[in-house]
């Protein structure tokens, strides 16, 4: 996964002042409604934006969305003013769906266990893992030990050496859903260690890196749903506490 932060909360607030300006809402929304063939055009460079963010990571660029969804870059501009406009809609989205996947599993599963492999495989399944904000996710390469439960987060970029580190969580004004979905998630993971069936160390950070990781991108469907469910078993594995 390639989730780059670029400059996230800035770059985000200028888009937004570039959309109040040209009569739409900070998150690229009209305020009225769109002519058919518009409406189709979103349609398209929203599923463009995800199947490219998915694979490239929110660092690749809007001419590879506008080319994905065959449409030129200043119909893409016209409709989110800024890259961060888009990126942001388009992580919300994911965001929103992840949450609505865990309060699925938490009201549908009576076992601690099910609920929560219930919600990695469907999460997985759907890729949005891929497609997390930077917030949320982050990779690091300095170690970092000591912290409170509440202030662990896994963050994502890219580094030489590739390890990973729980860093302190970082605290934004609009946080697109992100601690509804870090809310929810910790439910389920609570209730899988109160029930011994979770390792002890294992955290809400352990659990949407396992998201993340276990949704490859590659160009075979069959290929990457064989692969997915592979890794997302033997991570799963990880997860579960052992009789000592």
């Given at each position: 996964?390639?989730?780059?932060?670029?400059?996230?909360?800035?770059?985000?607030?200028?888009?937004?002042?570039?959309?109040?300006?040209?009569?739409?809402?900070?998150?690229?929304?009209?305020?009225?409604?769109?002519?058919?063939?518009?409406?189709?055009?979103?349609?398209?460079?929203?599923?463009?934006?995800?199947?490219?963010?998915?694979?490239?990571?929110?660092?690749?660029?809007?001419?590879?969305?506008?080319?994905?969804?065959?449409?030129?870059?200043?119909?893409?501009?016209?409709?989110?003013?800024?890259?961060?406009?888009?990126?942001?809609?388009?992580?919300?989205?994911?965001?929103?769906?992840?949450?609505?996947?865990?309060?699925?599993?938490?009201?549908?599963?009576?076992?601690?266990?099910?609920?929560?492999?219930?919600?990695?495989?469907?999460?997985?399944?759907?890729?949005?893992?891929?497609?997390?904000?930077?917030?949320?996710?982050?990779?690091?390469?300095?170690?970092?030990?000591?912290?409170?439960?509440?202030?662990?987060?896994?963050?994502?970029?890219?580094?030489?050496?590739?390890?990973?580190?729980?860093?302190?969580?970082?605290?934004?004004?609009?946080?697109?859903?992100?601690?509804?979905?870090?809310?929810?998630?910790?439910?389920?993971?609570?209730?899988?260690?109160?029930?011994?069936?979770?390792?002890?160390?294992?955290?809400?950070?352990?659990?949407?890196?396992?998201?993340?990781?276990?949704?490859?991108?590659?160009?075979d469907a069959a290929q990457q749903a064989a692969a997915s469910a592979r890794l997302l078993d033997i991570l799963l594995e990880g997860l579960r506490s052992r009789p000592s």
């Open positions: 996964m390639h989730v780059q932060d670029s400059r996230w909360s800035s770059a985000v607030a200028s888009g937004a002042t570039m959309s109040a300006a040209s009569g739409g809402r900070p998150d690229g929304t009209r305020t009225t409604p769109l002519r058919v063939d518009a409406q189709r055009n979103l349609e398209h460079v929203l599923r463009a934006a995800r199947e490219v963010f998915g694979e490239l990571g929110y660092g690749a660029p809007m001419e590879d969305v506008a080319r994905r969804a065959r449409v030129g870059v200043g119909t893409v501009y016209r409709r989110f003013p800024s890259k961060d406009v888009l990126v942001r809609r388009i992580a919300e989205e994911e965001t929103s769906r992840l949450t609505e996947q865990a309060r699925a599993a938490l009201g549908q599963e009576d076992e601690p266990w099910s609920a929560l492999s219930r919600f990695l495989r469907t999460s997985v399944a759907s890729g949005a893992g891929r497609l997390l904000p930077p917030q949320v996710l982050r990779v690091g390469v300095a170690e970092e030990r000591g912290l409170p439960e509440h202030a662990r987060l896994p963050q994502q970029r890219t580094q030489p050496a590739g390890e990973l580190r729980l860093v302190p969580e970082e605290r934004v004004e609009d946080d697109g859903g992100a601690t509804e979905l870090l809310d929810v998630v910790g439910q389920l993971v609570e209730r899988a260690r109160a029930a011994g069936e979770l390792r002890p160390d294992v955290s809400v950070s352990d659990v949407l890196l396992v998201i993340a990781t276990a949704a490859p991108s590659l160009p």
